[in-house]
């Protein structure tokens, strides 16, 4: 078999809409309601944004919050361009000129003032103004369209949405971890050979764990893209159980001999 481009294939790979999002993505966007896609990390949240802007025909433009973004990044900043200052667009402003597909990605663990500002483009007149430059209202194209993503409080990092915030989208569709079946017909499509027994053990590995870590259990659950990898180290020709340690086992060393050693002997009772 030749080789295959693995970034060839990622780019590539179809998506598999196996709790029907994207048509509820499409009547969202007719009816110009804003969405919010909640779900754990690694449930596929942001390749559904991807292969969904395409689809009506959207340029995707997309900001990952931390606790390093700023005001500045959304609505822009003041720069000295060959000696005049300039006001430069950020992201927000940029996306609501130009009517692109804007995607807020773990919108729950943005700063307050970074909040209240969205919060002042996302209600119902869909505009902003520029008071950090000439203090004029930028009102968002029709075409415009919002979609943010936020990760369950367990998480690190995240933090409560304010109310009314929430209330700017509407529409909220909730993605978990899908169904072992339909976890295999996705790594399938990431892989060169066939290894289904072998990919189905590590799927049931990876919920294992991560059953284990919804009732905190352990620290850390598995994603789909550990899943993923662990299918690309079969076909990498690396032994199932060694994989598995790799991808799923030597992570929680980080939480301590305890940690480890638990889903060490988990790790040894499967394979």
Not at 72 to 89: M, N, R
């Amino acid at each position: 078999m030749s080789a295959i481009n693995n970034s060839e294939l990622v780019e590539h790979v179809e998506y598999i809409d196996w709790n029907n999002s994207m048509t509820l993505l499409k009547k969202a966007y007719d009816a110009k309601l804003f969405v919010l896609i909640i779900g754990p990390k690694g449930t596929g949240k942001t390749t559904l944004v991807r292969k969904f802007a395409p689809i009506i025909h959207r340029k995707l433009d997309s900001i990952n919050f931390s606790l390093r973004t700023r005001e500045s990044h959304l609505i822009g900043s003041k720069t000295l361009i060959d000696g005049s200052v300039s006001f430069i667009d950020g992201i927000l402003v940029r996306s609501m000129k130009n009517g692109s597909m804007l995607y807020l990605d773990e919108i729950n663990s943005a700063e307050a003032d970074v909040l209240l500002r969205l919060d002042e483009a996302l209600d119902d007149r869909r505009q902003i103004v520029l008071k950090e430059s000439t203090g004029e209202t930028i009102k968002s194209h029709d075409n415009w369209f919002v979609m943010a993503t936020i990760n369950p409080l367990t998480h690190i990092g995240t933090k409560e949405l304010p109310p009314q915030l929430i209330s700017r989208f509407p529409v909220r569709i909730k993605l978990d971890y899908p169904p072992e079946d339909i976890e295999l017909k996705i790594i399938q499509k990431y892989l060169t050979e066939n290894h289904d027994e072998d990919v189905k053990q590590g799927i049931k590995l990876a919920n294992t764990l991560r059953q284990a870590a919804s009732v905190e259990e352990l620290y850390y659950a598995p994603s789909l893209r550990e899943t993923i990898a662990y299918g690309k180290m079969l076909d990498s020709g690396i032994d199932k159980k060694e994989a598995a340690y790799l991808i799923f086992g030597n992570v929680y060393t980080q939480w301590g001999n305890i940690e480890y050693q638990k889903v060490n002997d988990i790790i040894t009772s499967m394979f």
